[in-house]
C-alpha cells in the first residue's frame, strides 16, 4: 500500500547511457513532481505536472524529459547522462489548488549514479 | 537568489536539549510555513507546518514560532531525541499564477547526541 513509489531504487550506469526512473501513486492526487537532491541535500524542484499537464519546468537541461502517461504516473527519462546528473531524485505528489496549499507525499528515491 | 534562508547548516544538540532551526524569507506573498524531516535513505515528510495568521503552532515536541512582521519562522523541538537526527527543511508557499509554488530552504542537518 505504498503511496509514492520509484523504480529503480539505485541506478548505476556509465557515461553517455539513456536512462528511465518510473513513479507512480496511488493516492489520488492530480499533481505530481520531479526533484533532484545532490550531495549537499540540498532539493531542486525539476518539473511539475497536473493532471497529465506541465506546470513547472525549472531550468534542466532538455536532456531531462518527463512524461506523464496519466495522473498517477510520471517518469523521467534522462538523455546522455552526465557525471553531475549523479543524485538522488525524488517523485513526489499532491492536490494542487491556488488556493490552498497541500501536503506533498514523497517517493522513497532514485539514488543515480553516473561513471 | 535563495528567497527561503535556512540557517544553521548542521546543528548537534545533546539528548534533552532544544533544538532550533531559524529561516527567513521577503516574499510578503508566501502563505504556508511548512518544515519537512528527512531521515536518511528517505524521501521528505511533512513535519508540521502554519499559516502566517497565528504566530506559534505545536504538534507534540515540534513547534513551529512565526513572526510575520520580522519575516521569520524557525522550528523549535523540545526534549530532543536521538530518533530526532535528521534532515530539516524549512519551505514557503505563494500563489504562481493558477498554481502553487513551493521554495524550499537550503536544510539543516540535525544530530541529537545520546
Known amino acids: 500500500d505504498t503511496a509514492v513509489s520509484q523504480t529503480p531504487k539505485y541506478l548505476v550506469t556509465q557515461m553517455g547511457n539513456d536512462k528511465s526512473i518510473k513513479c507512480e501513486q496511488n493516492?489520488?492526487?492530480?499533481?505530481m513532481y520531479w526533484y533532484k537532491q545532490d550531495s549537499k541535500k540540498f532539493l531542486k524542484i525539476m518539473f511539475s505536472?497536473?493532471?497529465?499537464?506541465?506546470?513547472i519546468n525549472e531550468t534542466v537541461p532538455n536532456r531531462f524529459s518527463p512524461k506523464s502517461p496519466d495522473k498517477a504516473h510520471l517518469n523521467l527519462h534522462i538523455n546522455s547522462l552526465e557525471l553531475g546528473d549523479s543524485a538522488v531524485y525524488f517523485c513526489a505528489s499532491s492536490f494542487e489548488s491556488r488556493l490552498v496549499a497541500y501536503e506533498q507525499y514523497f517517493g522513497p528515491g532514485t539514488r543515480l549514479t553516473v561513471t | 537568489q535563495q528567497q527561503v534562508k535556512q540557517s544553521p547548516q548542521s546543528l548537534i544538540v545533546q539528548k534533552g536539549g532544544i533544538s532550533i532551526i531559524n529561516c527567513a524569507y521577503e516574499n510578503t506573498a508566501f502563505d504556508y510555513f511548512p518544515w519537512y524531516q528527512q531521515f536518511p535513505g528517505k524521501g521528505p515528510a511533512l513535519l508540521i507546518a502554519i499559516r502566517p495568521d497565528v504566530s506559534e503552532k505545536k504538534e507534540g515536541r515540534f513547534t513551529i514560532s512565526f513572526n510575520k512582521s520580522a519575516k521569520q519562522f524557525s522550528l523549535h523541538i523540545m526534549d530532543s531525541q536521538p530518533g530526532d537526527s535528521a534532515t530539516y527543511f524549512c519551505?514557503?508557499?505563494?500563489?504562481?499564477?493558477?498554481?502553487?509554488?513551493?521554495?524550499w530552504g537550503l536544510g539543516t542537518s540535525l544530530a541529537v547526541n545520546p
Open positions: 493516492l489520488g492526487h492530480d499533481t
Open positions: 505536472y497536473n493532471n497529465k499537464e506541465l506546470i
Open positions: 519551505a514557503a508557499s505563494t500563489q504562481a499564477g493558477n498554481n502553487r509554488k513551493l521554495i
